[in-house]
């Protein structure tokens, strides 16, 4: 039902004025949502302009701090649900179609049903784009379990919970430019770390000692193998002799989306030669250049690890090509 309303909204967009525009949608989500519409957000031109946050919960849009989920969730109890983020470029998705398999892949490693089809997933994104107004932010969208009576083994009826927020933000280019410096830290998250989970405990502690030690990022390593993996929230990578390398893809790293258009799409461009293979953290200290990405770093230059300095201690010049390729990249898909 909510996607027949999102159909009238876009064809009543075309060839009207905004307010006409802003006012059907107002009109039309009160028709589709009668009992809710006291939690819906009205959006009027000016709202639409300053609103610069904008969430969606289970076929509803709501304004910052209005949405409500039960205490039963199975993502609020158990952390039992997956997440994606996008960003937003000149108001377009990146990657976007990247971003989508990743998510049906760690829905099937769930055993999560899949409730919403590609096309309407992407309405919604586009939708959250149009009524914020935001031109340059991130999506965060997930899903959970739904909710049930709190016991461990899966629910027998559930519904799962989708959600959404969009907020304004844009790339660190001071960090890209000057590079950022990584903290070396023990992995001690679960071993599905393919999944794009909820379960980010191991992260957050990972974060709190880079922060403290003055660091912007910290690279993980397995204490039973002694090697690295990737960054708690970024996948990284190192230069040596002109070769890029990285963790190959297993249980144990995420299949990065950036990484995925690092390798897939800039290396072949500028013919460089990718590994995936493991390697110890004093490897990656003796590399002559390292970066890390992601979807909020992008591509990121590494300057210093565990204290000490990574090549001349400056964004390395192959790097640079990379940052360069990747920013092509992003303009072709979403400025043209």
Not at 53 to 72: C, K, M, R, T, W
Not at 103 to 127: G, K, Q, V
Not at 148 to 163: E, K
Not at 270 to 296: C, R
Request: aromatic share 10%; hydrophobic share 40%; glycine share 8%.
């Amino acid at each position: 039902m909510f996607f027949h309303y999102i159909s009238q909204m876009l064809k009543i967009q075309e060839g009207a004025s905004p307010k006409l525009f802003f006012a059907s949608v107002s009109v039309i989500m009160r028709g589709a949502f009668p009992d809710t519409m006291q939690k819906i957000h009205p959006y009027t031109i000016k709202e639409a302009i300053l609103l610069k946050e904008l969430s969606f919960f289970n076929d509803h849009f709501y304004a910052p701090g209005e949405a409500q989920v039960d205490i039963e969730d199975r993502g609020y109890q158990f952390g039992d649900g997956i997440y994606e983020v996008t960003h937003v470029y000149n108001g377009k998705l990146f990657a976007f179609d990247r971003h989508l398999a990743r998510f049906r892949r760690s829905m099937r490693e769930m055993h999560i049903p899949i409730t919403y089809m590609d096309e309407e997933l992407t309405a919604i994104h586009n939708d959250l784009i149009e009524k914020s107004g935001i031109k340059s932010g991130a999506i965060y969208f997930q899903v959970t379990r739904g909710t049930a009576a709190r016991a461990f083994p899966f629910p027998g009826r559930a519904t799962p919970n989708l959600s959404m927020t969009i907020r304004e933000s844009t790339p660190n280019r001071e960090q890209q430019e000057r590079g950022i410096s990584l903290t070396l830290a023990e992995d001690i998250r679960w071993l599905r770390c393919d999944i794009k989970s909820l379960n980010l405990l191991g992260a957050v502690f990972a974060k709190e000692k880079a922060k403290a030690e003055g660091c912007e990022e910290a690279l993980l390593y397995r204490k039973d193998t002694g090697l690295v993996t990737e960054g708690a929230s970024s996948t990284f990578f190192l230069i040596k002799d002109g070769v890029v390398w990285t963790h190959p893809l297993d249980h144990l790293v995420l299949p990065g989306v950036t990484r995925a258009v690092v390798v897939e799409e800039c290396a072949k461009e500028l013919g460089l030669t990718v590994i995936e293979k493991t390697f110890t953290p004093e490897f990656a200290q003796k590399a002559d250049e390292a970066f890390e990405t992601s979807t909020s770093l992008e591509v990121t230059p590494v300057i210093k690890i565990g204290g000490k300095k990574i090549g001349s201690g400056a964004p390395g010049e192959i790097t640079k090509k990379i940052m360069e390729s990747f920013q092509g990249l992003i303009k072709k898909e979403c400025f043209n």
